[in-house]
């Protein structure tokens, strides 16, 4: 059993940053892939990014790619995800959500087999 724990929302202003952390309860290095989904408002939860277990490989949607980025710590047992460049679209619940089955269809939310509390983010116009 994992537990996942993610931190680091809040209130920015559009333009502003922020960094979200996830930690594991367990060691999640090379056997997990970790990735952040959002769920805003009357909306679906959708895929944000995610990084493999080793880090050597990394995805993000195109809706934040190029002000998002994912990493993670294993020695920490923590991934993150720097938020640049923040729009009030970006306004969601931000989930973490760690998985042993994920290597290709990486936006497939059932693929993924443990999940954090969430965290809000909201974005000021």
């Known amino acids: 059993q994992v537990q996942l724990v993610e931190s680091g929302g809040g209130l920015v202003q559009a333009g502003g940053s922020l960094r979200l952390s996830c930690a594991a309860s367990v060691r999640t290095n090379s056997r997990y892939a970790m990735g952040w989904f959002r769920q805003a408002p009357g909306k679906e939860r959708e895929f944000v990014s995610v990084i493999t277990g ?4 990394s995805y993000t949607a195109d809706s934040v790619k190029g002000r998002f980025t994912i990493s993670r710590d294993n ?25 042993s089955r994920v290597y290709s269809d990486f936006e497939n939310e059932a ?5 954090g509390q969430g ?4 974005v000021s116009s």
């Open 54 to 57: 080793s880090a050597a490989y």
């Open 75 to 99: 020695a920490k047992n923590t991934v993150y995800l720097q938020m640049n460049n923040l729009k009030p679209e970006d306004t969601a619940v931000y989930y973490c959500a760690a998985s």
């Open 111 to 115: 693929l993924y087999d443990y999940w």
């Open 119 to 122: 965290t809000q983010v909201t």
